[in-house]
């Protein structure tokens, strides 16, 4: 009886039924979630003008005054904080957090492992579970574990460009977004 399961189960392996496979292309399909409404223009205006002065303040700091904040994943942290500030992925705890914890495994992962092409894969799954361990899923931490990485960081990545920057992303995004009647930034901190 054991035999037969085995061999069943290695001929399922081997071919695909069509309504197995059918079923796993239906999951692609897609959600029942409505489209997208349309943006009103005053609305994109107050965003673009929003994400502009916060990485536009924050690359003159780096740039003009040698405050090392400019990381690339800030400008999609930018995106969720301006464009989608009511999200939880937006939300301060989030961004700095999801940043830092990322920021820490991708240094840790290159200083243990080095930069390699499977280290770089290891800093982000790190920083996935990190984020999912401490509450504080951010996906531009991604991309930020993964310059870790990839730039071969130290330890001082950590706090400044990452911690830093993404703290001051995220009061620039408060100041800035609450300037707006229709707009509450943030619905709650930590």
């Given at each position: ?14 071919k695909p039924s069509p ?82 914890v990322s920021a820490i ?82 619905d709650y901190w930590f």
């Open positions: 009886m054991e035999e037969n399961k085995s061999s069943a189960s290695a001929a399922y392996l081997k309504a197995i496979l059918s079923l796993y292309l239906c999951k692609m399909r897609g959600g029942k979630c409505p489209a997208p409404q349309p943006v009103q223009l005053k609305n994109l205006l107050f965003t673009g003008v929003g994400s502009f002065l916060a990485i536009g303040l924050i690359a003159l700091l780096n740039t003009n005054h040698s405050l090392p904040l400019l990381v690339p994943s800030l400008g999609a942290s930018a995106v969720l904080l301006f464009a989608a500030c009511h999200v939880p992925m937006a939300q301060p705890r989030n961004v700095i957090g999801g940043h830092t495994a991708g240094v840790i992962t290159y200083q243990l492992f080095g930069n390699d092409w499977w280290t770089v894969a290891l800093g982000v799954s790190l920083a996935i579970l990190f984020m999912n361990l401490t509450h504080t899923l951010h996906p531009p931490g991604g991309a930020t574990a993964f310059m870790a990485v990839f730039t071969r960081q130290d330890f001082s990545y950590i706090f400044s460009p990452v911690a830093l920057g993404a703290a001051l992303l995220v009061l620039i995004a408060a100041l800035f977004n609450n300037c707006s009647s229709q707009r509450k930034y943030p």
